[in-house]
């Protein structure tokens, strides 16, 4: 198994270094932690926006020469931006090391010129535009707007097309500064390096990243939680996408595999819902998934269905979730967790796999667990607790959207 190595450098600036030597490649990423859930109703978008920003060059790389770098490392970079985190990350051969943590790290030491901002800006109103055209983005955004109705996990990720337009060089320029020091930046590094010349860079090459501000508190505040079925009605669509959720656990609940158990037992690849909604027709997708937050969390899902049957769909829907003490059994609940195991196995194969689990991990909960620690806490769920789970988010109340060429649902 695999030695997990943590340090903490002076300033701040977290290194997560898991070495296997049997690995054929080598995976970094920097796992900043802030997110939407961080912003106002005034700056929408802003941390989206700056992981845009980060991809268009710093002091001593334009952005076509730094986007080459990354290229040349093998094509495998990329970002994303969450709720409550912001991650770059890269994979490569581990002879490329050196160019894999330079580039890395020049990547998040971005220039922010005015002209890469305003050139970004259009960008990233093409894509809010592009998911607007997509119905299950549109029926999710909605959904979670209606539930969490003021609280800032209501908030689109992208923003709106207002905010993004309005958000100026200074602000974004201000958020940076104050969400990327080093005390809520982590380095995650997963595959074939040696963790001693590692460290040794790091404390080389990273000791001069600046403070920052730590991480406010999460808005604890509860959800608005509306018990309706709210319908959105396009008569140009000729499916209806329905969304629905309800409250969930926190990542640091000590209930949270249990949660995904459940989850997995009525919405999984061969949960409850496949076979009463799918299997029998009246829905081509249905699903349920839990979510997990700071301090909070939700079930969420939903199915995409032909107008007529929608009604039948919806009704069978909320049937399943009430009877989902039904599903709860000695044997459905080892194999919803021999499942969720090897899943956690799997993307253990490879480095690349390992880094965003062991990242996201430590961002959400501050732990750094190993592979076989991770399988475990699925291995050891008992029906007790799953059943605690439902006790503790019974689901006999949704907040529900649809979309679709239907008046009303």
């Given amino acids: 198994m695999p030695d997990l190595h943590q340090h903490t450098l002076p300033n701040g600036l977290t290194l997560l270094l898991e070495p296997d030597p049997d690995a054929q490649t080598i995976a970094a990423g920097y796992f900043v932690n802030t997110g939407s859930r961080e912003e106002t109703p005034q ?21 076509r020469e730094l986007n080459e770098r990354l290229d040349d490392l093998g094509g495998h970079a990329n970002a994303f931006t969450s709720e409550e985190a912001t991650v770059y990350h890269a994979a490569t051969l581990p002879e490329h090391t050196p160019e894999l943590l330079h580039t890395l790290t020049e990547l998040m030491r971005p220039a922010l010129r005015d002209t890469d901002i305003h050139t970004e800006r259009g960008v990233i109103l093409e894509e809010i535009a592009m998911y607007a055209d997509q ?19 209501g908030q689109p990720i992208l923003g709106t097309t207002d905010t993004v337009t309005t958000l100026s060089p200074d602000t974004l320029r201000a958020h940076h500064q104050a969400r990327y020091g080093a005390q809520r930046v982590t380095l995650a590094v997963t595959g074939q390096f040696d963790p ?21 508190h999460p808005d604890t505040r509860p959800p608005a939680w509306p018990d309706h079925t709210h319908t959105l009605t ?11 959720t309800s409250p969930g656990l926190s990542a640091h609940h000590p209930l949270r595999e249990a949660a995904h158990i459940l989850a997995d037992l009525i919405g999984g690849e061969n949960g409850a819902l ?19 937050y700071h301090a909070c969390g939700t079930f969420e899902g939903g199915f995409t269905s032909d ?44 480095p690349q796999g390992r880094l965003f689990t062991l990242g996201m991990e430590y961002l959400a909960t501050g732990r750094t667990l190993s592979t076989d620690d ?19 988010c019974p689901m006999d109340r949704l907040t529900v959207v649809a979309l679709g060429p239907i008046s009303a649902l």
Avoid at 136 to 150: E, P
Wanted: charged content about 25%; proline content about 6%.
């Fill in 374 to 392: 991770l399988v475990k806490r699925y291995e050891n769920v008992t029906v007790e607790q799953v059943q605690e789970v439902l006790r503790l």
């Fill in 196 to 216: 001693h010349q590692l460290t040794t860079w790091a404390q080389q090459h990273l000791k001069d990243w600046p403070g920052g501000t730590p991480t406010p």
């Fill in 234 to 244: 396009d008569p140009d669509l000729t499916r209806v996408h329905l969304a629905a």
């Fill in 43 to 63: 700056d929408m978008g802003a941390s989206h926006f700056i992981e845009h920003l980060l991809f268009k060059g710093s002091d001593e790389l334009s952005a």
């Fill in 135 to 153: 119905p299950s983005v549109r029926v999710t955004d909605q959904l979670r707007a209606d539930y969490w109705g003021d609280h800032p996990l």
């Fill in 307 to 350: 107008p007529d049957r929608a009604p039948h769909a919806l009704a069978t829907y909320r049937q399943v979730l009430r009877d989902a003490h039904t599903l709860i059994t000695p044997q459905s609940v080892r194999r919803a967790a021999r499942k969720l195991a090897v899943s956690t196995l799997l993307r253990a194969e490879t």
């Fill in 274 to 292: 496949y076979w009463t909604l799918i299997d029998t027709g009246t829905c081509d997708s249905a699903d349920l998934a839990h979510l997990e």
